[in-house]
């Protein structure tokens, strides 16, 4: 009989098998084992048919990667510790000394700060065109360019790019290099979250998603992903990631497991909830423009309408041009049910006010007012929200 201390963890019962409940099993490893010496060196792990080591993937990692794929019409996921770390995990499988990447002038902001502060000291050139001009982003490939971001609308000032014509001139560009290494198109998919429309099918090579907002869903966790069609640019990213030794926390994929059941009716609440209050902040006195694709006169409405079948929940207000700076940090002050914080698609409604002109390179900005407010909207009750918009709006006219 063998001491406790070994028995405890040498133990021989196994619960009984046949266990099913709505949850998938939640499991825990950094150590896998293995029956024998010849399963530990031929197990396989990449085509996802065995398991060899935490860092490389659970029965658990392994459902949410499939779910997500699912979800945005891909067939590989590859899962990374943070939305941003998926961004830069895509940077650097694809990019390379002497490269060149173009990223759309609106992009979320954190990934241009990666790519110009870590993918130029590696020698890549960075770049920025407008995305909503095809021809200005035909005008900036090289040969040199090997990755082209995309953003469907892009972050905070929400213009809505035509995703098939920008992915068409990237293709045309390939077809005119004999090149191995083609430019592939990156889109940021947070704002769809595989719900609003189907990237792929607009002719996207890789989706990152922030799983932080619409996965999650909670506001209380951290997590992106990659999402291929391609199993060649899969590879690319895997390797990438292994050797990066990136993984993800089981307990946060419980969370998007758990969050994923409920994301198409969280998602059509907030668009409904969203167009309401966008329509109706239209309306209001000291507001001179919202930005919401789903509404006549945003900009890339009539691509919005075409290729997306739903809208996420943000909308940006522009006041009028006499209230300054400090009067829109007010206004923002001044909300209660929205609260000040970064993120979105959680439960809680939030806004942040927004700087434009520094974070613009190519796009022009055709308003005098050039502090937009970005409100993302909660699951709160809509009246309640709009009686919230409405006291902050009489305190800001009065
Ligand atoms: C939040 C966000 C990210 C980054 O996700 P994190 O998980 O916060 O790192 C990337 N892109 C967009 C469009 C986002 O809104």
């Known amino acids: 009989m063998a001491d406790l201390s070994t028995s405890l963890i ?39 048919s065995a398991y060899t080591y935490g860092l490389h993937g659970t029965p658990t990692t392994y459902t949410l990667e499939e779910r997500l794929a699912t979800l945005e019409g891909g067939r590989f996921c590859v899962l990374a510790p943070s939305g941003l770390s998926a961004i830069a995990l895509v940077d650097m499988a694809f990019l390379r000394q002497g490269d ?89 998919n947070t704002w769809g979250a595989g719900i609003a429309f189907n990237a792929f099918d607009l002719g996207v090579d890789v989706s990152v998603q922030a799983l932080t907002k619409y996965p999650s869903g909670g506001s209380d966790m951290m997590m992106g992903s990659v999402i291929t069609r391609d199993e060649r640019l899969h590879r690319q990213v895997q390797s990438c990631h292994m050797r990066q030794g990136l993984c993800v926390g089981v307990n946060d994929a419980e969370l998007v497991l758990r969050g994923l059941q409920t994301i198409a009716l969280r998602y059509a609440a907030q668009d409904a909830a969203t167009r309401e209050l966008a329509t109706w902040m239209q309306t209001q006195a000291g507001v001179a423009q919202v930005f919401h694709p789903a509404l006549p006169g945003s900009p890339g409405h009539a691509s919005w309408k075409r290729d997306a079948v739903a809208a996420a929940c943000l909308f940006g207000v522009l006041l009028d041009s006499r209230y300054d700076a400090s009067r829109v940090d007010a206004f923002c002050d001044d909300l209660r049910l929205f609260r000040l914080g970064w993120s979105w698609a959680g439960p809680i409604s939030l806004c942040a006010p927004y700087h434009v002109l520094p974070m613009r390179h190519r796009m022009p900005w055709p308003h005098k007012q050039t502090h937009l407010i970005r409100f993302a909207v909660g699951l709160e009750s809509v009246d309640d929200l709009r009686t919230d918009l409405s006291q902050a709006l009489a305190k800001l006219v009065s």
């Open 100 to 188: 060149q990447v173009l990223l759309p002038d609106n992009a979320y902001g954190p990934g241009k700060a990666f790519a110009e502060g870590e993918m130029r000291h590696w020698g890549v050139a960075v770049d920025y065109y407008d995305p909503m001009k095809p021809d200005d982003l035909a005008a900036r490939l090289t040969p040199a360019t090997r990755m082209v971001g995309l953003e469907a609308p892009g972050s905070i000032t929400l213009e809505y790019p035509d995703l098939p014509a920008l992915s068409a001139v990237v293709a045309a560009h390939n077809g005119t290099l004999s090149s191995d290494r083609p430019a592939v198109t990156v889109l940021d």
């Open 10 to 48: 040498h133990h021989g019962y196994r619960p009984p098998e046949g266990f099913d409940a709505v949850a998938p099993a939640v499991h825990k490893a950094s150590t896998v084992l293995f029956p024998d010496v010849k399963s530990l060196r031929s197990r396989e792990w990449k085509d996802k």
